[in-house]
């Protein structure tokens, strides 16, 4: 129980956001709650539907959940019915999740803007334009054809989620800037320039943040300042740019730093000097989900190898691993020992911590009618390798497609009241008992 302790410690010394206000559980981001889950299986205690794909994670203060749709949309939904509150227009897809803190509900849009909107009534109080917003890119991705054109990469699917801390909001943007903005007036008090976009979110331990860049390099800055202490390499791959990026989010536990890659690895990084600790390879399958981390534990899910992990926090050696039939992009979520996650097949897992046997498991309407017929009886995939039918790089958005068909879980489960909130592909928020 050792790591443990820091992570609650840090939760009683921040401010900003409580324990459900904020992307992954906290600013430190290790995606723990206080409040227990569903152990059992009872049902949808109510599901509200949008009218767009849910890809980011709900957030819930003042018995409100939060969460942003690609209808541009941001929703204030009554926690206890299901009932919408209030329903905010922006001028591009949400793909970012909310921090709800000091009275305000903070995000960023796809039309290039962070916003500040008044909690209890949608209201907008200011609104910050970075240069853009676009997804990564680049030429032959992923050994897509043809080699000479710049691909959007259609598996660079969030936005960055804000960090609110000491009176300022955190966060990157495609411009390759990581901002801190003025809480109450949205004025830039300093920002930092990586080489790429950043999409991860920004975790914060003491007075330093820690964030990802598609640029390869782990960060860490001043809060204060935005000055740089230390960089972190992780893996390059210049000619199909498929092994290389940070799109998870860094989670903090005492003097550890642990955070994904798509170079097929899980990081443990020294919080105060950024020198690597211990690697966890993944046979070159991307962890782009953020690493939950409580009791000793770290908690991650992959991409190719279709499987969810427990290491040991302090050497990185395996504990257990659970098949989840395809890729897991949802990060955990654990609360009383459950660790709870989604995967693309339109599942939510409910896992023992210590064991790795799974408890339960949600399958969404979608995944249920699966009108495309991507699945098989079992749950594996059909034909996941075939060619799709242009054989170029629109096969990945076809792929995508039909994920989203089965309304995939792509989303962060938030734990709160004995429930497990989440959003799907299929435009549905969730609240199961």
């Not at 018995?63 to 926690?79: F, H, K, P, T």
């Not at 309407?365 to 790089?393: C, M, Q, W, Y």
């Not at 039909?402 to 995939?408: Q, T, V, W």
Request: hydrophobic share 35%.
């Amino acid at each position: 129980n050792k790591l443990a302790a820091p992570s609650l410690l840090f939760l009683a010394i921040t401010s900003g956001a409580t324990a459900q206000s904020t992307f992954h559980g906290n600013l430190a981001r290790t995606g723990v709650f206080q409040s227990a889950g569903p152990k059992v299986l009872h049902g949808i205690k109510w599901e509200f539907k949008t009218a767009g794909a849910i890809v980011a994670s709900p957030a819930i203060s003042n018995g409100l959940v939060y969460v942003g749709s690609s209808d541009g949309s941001m929703y204030a939904v009554e926690q206890t019915t299901g009932q919408q509150k209030w329903k905010a227009a922006t001028g591009g897809p949400i793909a970012s999740s909310p921090s709800v803190a000091d009275g305000m509900v903070f995000f960023v849009s796809y039309d290039g803007g962070l916003y500040a909107l008044d909690a209890i009534t949608g209201s907008r109080k200011w609104r910050y334009s970075t240069s853009f917003e676009r997804r990564f890119e680049a030429k032959g991705l992923h050994g897509a054809a043809p080699s000479s054109q710049l691909m959007p990469d259609p598996f660079d699917i969030y936005l960055s989620s804000p960090a609110v801390f000491n009176g300022r909001v955190y966060f990157g943007s495609s411009d390759g800037n990581i901002y801190a903005l003025n809480e109450k007036t949205g004025i830039v008090e300093w920002k930092f320039e990586t080489r790429d976009v950043v999409h991860a979110s920004p975790a914060i331990s003491g007075n330093t943040l820690f964030i990802g860049s598609w640029d390869s390099y782990l960060y860490a800055l001043d809060t204060e300042s935005g000055a740089e202490k230390w960089r972190f390499k992780t893996g390059e791959d210049p000619v199909d740019h498929n092994q290389i990026g940070l799109q998870s989010s860094a989670a903090v536990v005492g003097d550890t730093v642990y955070v994904g890659c798509r170079d097929g690895h899980l990081y443990a990084v020294d919080a105060a000097t950024g020198r690597k600790r211990w690697d966890y390879p993944t046979s070159k399958s991307w962890v782009n989900d953020t690493p939950a981390v409580f009791d000793g534990s770290v908690y991650f899910g992959t991409g190719d190898t279709k499987r969810f992990h427990s290491v040991d926090a302090k050497t990185g050696k395996l504990q257990f691993t659970v098949g989840t039939f395809t890729n897991v992009w949802s990060s955990p979520a654990i609360a009383d020992g459950i660790v709870y996650f989604g995967n693309l097949n339109g599942s939510l897992f409910a896992v023992d911590a210590k064991t790795g046997t799974v408890a339960w498991e949600f399958q969404t309407e979608s995944s249920k009618r699966d009108i495309l017929h991507v699945l098989n009886p079992d749950r594996t995939r059909r034909n996941e390798n075939a060619v799709n039918g242009f054989g170029d790089f629109q096969d990945m958005t076809v792929y995508w497609y039909k994920n989203y068909s089965l309304g995939a879980i792509v989303s962060s489960p938030v734990v709160g009241s004995g429930e497990v909130y989440f959003g799907s592909t299929d435009g549905s928020l969730y609240a199961l008992n």
